[in-house]
């Protein structure tokens, strides 16, 4: 038949498919949903911060510059 799927505060469960290719997508943030067996798609997604460090050293500019470059990001899917 189904199942109770539950996510975290700081996870999103997303659960998309259904009935003649349906496209519609239903979003839950720290909660919890059914979901048809065979035909639901269920996603799991982490709510949590992610921290990327991107270096690039030693490149020159259109213009012969040299470069030394560092960038922080933090992104949350």
Same mark, same amino acid.
């Given at each position: 038949?189904?199942? %109770?799927? $539950?996510?975290?505060?700081?996870? +999103?469960?997303? *659960?998309?498919?259904? %009935? %003649?290719? @349906? /496209? ?7 909660? !919890?949903? !059914? +979901? !048809? !067996?065979?035909? @639901? /798609? ?5 709510? =949590?911060?992610? $921290?990327?460090? %991107?270096?690039?050293?030693n490149? =020159? $500019? @259109? =213009?012969? *510059?040299?470069? /030394?470059? $560092?960038?922080? +990001?933090? /992104?949350?899917?």
């Amino acid at each position: 038949m189904g199942n %109770c799927h $539950t996510v975290g505060p700081n996870e +999103a469960l997303v *659960v998309s498919g259904g %009935c %003649c290719g @349906s /496209d519609h997508k239903t979003y839950i943030v720290g909660g !919890w949903a !059914w +979901a !048809w !067996w065979l035909i @639901s /798609d269920i996603q799991r997604m982490s709510l =949590e911060v992610m $921290t990327i460090l %991107c270096r690039c050293e030693n490149i =020159e $500019t @259109s =213009e012969g *510059v040299p470069l /030394d470059v $560092t960038g922080v +990001a933090q /992104d949350n899917a």
